[in-house]
């Protein structure tokens, strides 16, 4: 009776560790089987990932947010833009001083006016000018009495009356008197005194003092310094008026100096004022300064630009870009296209196949035009992500994780 209990309760036992390694082992497996799952599933998204890192697929939705275009190819010029102003071409501007000493009477131009070569500028009350109109005068009385004398002379000799020596005397005071006569109406005449205004000198037998100053040039008086009553004289500045050709303008840019060495005479230039920005000027490098500025370390580059309508203005300000190169045809893209990444490298989305696209580096060159010049990475003719590449590369970057 005891060894039965015994054995009864063994067997209990032994059904009970049976029972409980039973349980460990199917848990045991149903628990790897949920492993072995879990790592065959992670395997394909491991092994996708080692194969090809820089492409990323997007769904049907996904593909919405990006814009597929083709790479074109553009010309693209090798150019410097920089900052400068217009002013004056000084080649064509003029200053205006009286040939003599005088005091200012009249002033007629004012600074703006648009003149004609000849128009009277300023006149001026001239000593000197009295002083020449004085030997005009004397001169031409001189001459027509000589002439009158002449011509008693002649009368006389025909009629024997005088000696040929007094005729040869009198032939010779006329042709003096001529002489002289001709200089006087030629010191006149510096004066800025027309013939037929010397003819009148002469015939109502009265001086002037004004001397009229004359614009030397078509062009606008850009300076005027004049005032009545000022007393001026040759070469003393400042000039009472400055006049200057406003046909061509002059086009001053700063270059920086590591850019100076590829800035030739002749080269063209485009300006963008700031006052027209609809409109685009054209001129031709002229001048290219001597020195670096030591302050600055910028070289002057000036240029020349034609204004037949007078619309431009000195001190106006604007961005001139200077053509230093050929153009060079290579492929393009919009700038949106490109992702700069924090190491500075650019890449572009590359797309062969719906919805896949292929991250690829790139090396740009100029922009231009709004586009971005490709020195290598695409060719034209490939397809890229025009618009939505930062997508692209967030969604890349996501799926690196």
Same mark, same amino acid.
């Given at each position: 009776?005891?060894?039965?209990r ?34 065959q ?77 000849g128009d ?18 004397a /001169? *031409?009385?001189? =001459? &027509?009495?000589?002439?009158?004398? #002449?011509?008693? $002379? %002649? ?14 005397? /009198? *032939?010779?005071d =006329? &042709?003096?008197?001529?002489?002289? #006569?001709e200089? $006087? %109406?030629t ?37 005027r ?61 002229s ?35 200077i ?29 062969t ?16 035009d ?31 994780r």
């Amino acid at each position: 009776m005891r060894l039965r209990r015994n054995f009864a309760g063994f067997g209990a036992m032994t059904m009970v560790i049976a029972a409980t390694a039973a349980v460990a082992f199917y848990g045991g497996q149903v628990s790897g089987g949920r492993n072995a799952g879990s790592v065959q599933a992670a395997e394909p998204v491991a092994a996708a990932r080692a194969v090809d890192p820089d492409s990323v697929t997007l769904t049907d939705e996904q593909t919405k947010a990006v814009k597929v275009a083709v790479v074109v190819e553009h010309d693209f010029v090798a150019r410097h833009e920089t900052e400068g102003w217009i002013d004056f071409n000084e080649d064509r501007s003029v200053q205006v001083f009286p040939q003599w000493p005088g005091r200012i009477a009249r002033v007629i131009a004012k600074a703006g006016d648009d003149v004609k070569q000849g128009d009277v500028l300023f006149t001026i009350d001239s000593t000197d000018l009295v002083s020449v109109e004085s030997n005009l005068i004397a /001169a *031409a009385g001189v =001459q &027509q009495l000589t002439t009158r004398a #002449l011509e008693r $002379a %002649r009368a006389m000799l025909e009629s024997q009356s005088i000696a040929q020596k007094d005729f040869d005397q /009198a *032939a010779a005071d =006329q &042709q003096t008197a001529q002489a002289n #006569l001709e200089a $006087a %109406r030629t010191a006149v005449r510096i004066f800025g005194k027309t013939d037929a205004e010397i003819d009148r000198i002469v015939a109502s037998r009265s001086t002037a003092a004004e001397l009229r100053i004359r614009s030397p040039i078509d062009g606008r008086v850009t300076v005027r310094n004049a005032a009545p009553g000022l007393l001026v004289q040759p070469g003393n500045g400042p000039a009472p008026f400055t006049v200057a050709d406003i046909s061509t303008m002059w086009m001053i840019a700063n270059v920086a100096e590591d850019e100076a060495p590829r800035v030739r005479l002749a080269q063209p230039v485009e300006a963008s004022l700031t006052a027209f920005p609809d409109r685009t000027f054209h001129g031709s490098v002229s001048h290219i300064g001597a020195a670096v500025d030591p302050n600055t370390h910028r070289v002057t580059v000036r240029s020349e630009i034609r204004d037949s309508r007078h619309k431009l203005r000195a001190q106006m300000l604007g961005t001139f870009v200077i053509r230093t190169g050929a153009a060079v045809r290579s492929p393009a893209v919009a700038p949106a296209a490109v992702v700069r990444e924090g190491d500075g490298t650019m890449e572009v989305f590359v797309t062969t196949v719906p919805h896949r696209f292929v991250r690829r580096t790139v090396k740009i060159g100029m922009q231009q035009d709004g586009l971005d010049q490709i020195v290598e990475g695409v060719a034209a003719g490939e397809r890229i992500a025009a618009d939505g590449a930062l997508f692209l590369a967030n969604e890349l970057a996501l799926q690196a994780r």
